[in-house]
């Protein structure tokens, strides 16, 4: 039996399909997991630089610990009016500020002076610095301070801060009203003394 002959072309078309189906075979696909395994590793690449942006803006977030603020005694000076013997309103002002103080509020020891200017008899001028510091102590007790706090001291002309005349002899009413004051200290409370422990007694 003669073998059939293929016509030149079909035999070349056959043997490069031949060649290719070939190849492929040799080369197996991508299975399913592998590309899993891509689509994870994606993923990942995408959330890592999210990850160091939130880490970024929490360290510029955190404060730091602050210190502890140390406490010193406080003193101001309170000025009153020419006649009465309550503070205005921007004393009273200054007496409210006080009491937000950290100084204020640990508790320690309040001294309020009473003073006056020279004009009237010395017991006139030292019943009106008493007047003066005891209205003081009246308001910070009327804001629940404790009374026992409080040390209440007249000096009615003898501490002048500012001249109460003039040279020429007519009166300095700036330094009048400078020396028409209360002023007030706020101590620390006292450190707690160590309980001492009594000492063993001999056997």
């Known amino acids: 039996m003669r ?3 293929l016509p030149e072309g079909a035999a070349h078309w056959l043997s490069a399909a031949a060649i290719g189906l070939a190849v492929s075979a040799c080369q197996p696909g991508k299975a399913p997991q592998d590309d899993q395994s891509e689509a994870a590793a994606d993923a990942s690449d995408a ?3 999210e990850l160091v942006k939130k880490s970024i803006i929490r360290a510029e977030i955190d404060p730091e610990p602050s210190e ?3 406490l ?3 003193t101001i ?3 009153f009016p020419a006649t009465g013997s309550e503070p205005d309103a ?3 002002a200054m007496i409210d500020d006080l009491m937000t103080h950290p100084s204020f509020r640990a508790g320690g020891p309040i001294t309020i002076w009473g003073h006056s200017d020279s004009k009237g008899s010395d017991e006139q001028n030292l019943a009106a610095s008493r007047r003066r510091a005891e209205a003081v102590r009246g ?3 009327k804001n629940n301070v404790p009374r026992d706090r409080i040390t209440v001291i007249a000096l009615g002309e003898a501490r002048p801060i ?3 005349r003039n040279l020429d002899g007519t009166d300095d009413m700036e330094g009048r009203a400078k020396n028409r004051r209360v002023e007030i200290k706020v101590d620390l409370p006292a450190p707690p003394q160590a309980e001492e422990t009594p000492a063993a007694k001999p056997e």
């Open 90 to 92: 921007a004393g009273l």
């Open 139 to 141: 308001y910070l007790v």
């Open 72 to 74: 010193q005694p406080e």
């Open 77 to 79: 000076v309170v000025p």
């Open 47 to 49: 959330v890592e630089p």
């Open 68 to 70: 502890t603020p140390v």
């Open 3 to 5: 073998g059939l002959k």
């Open 162 to 164: 500012a001249p109460n």
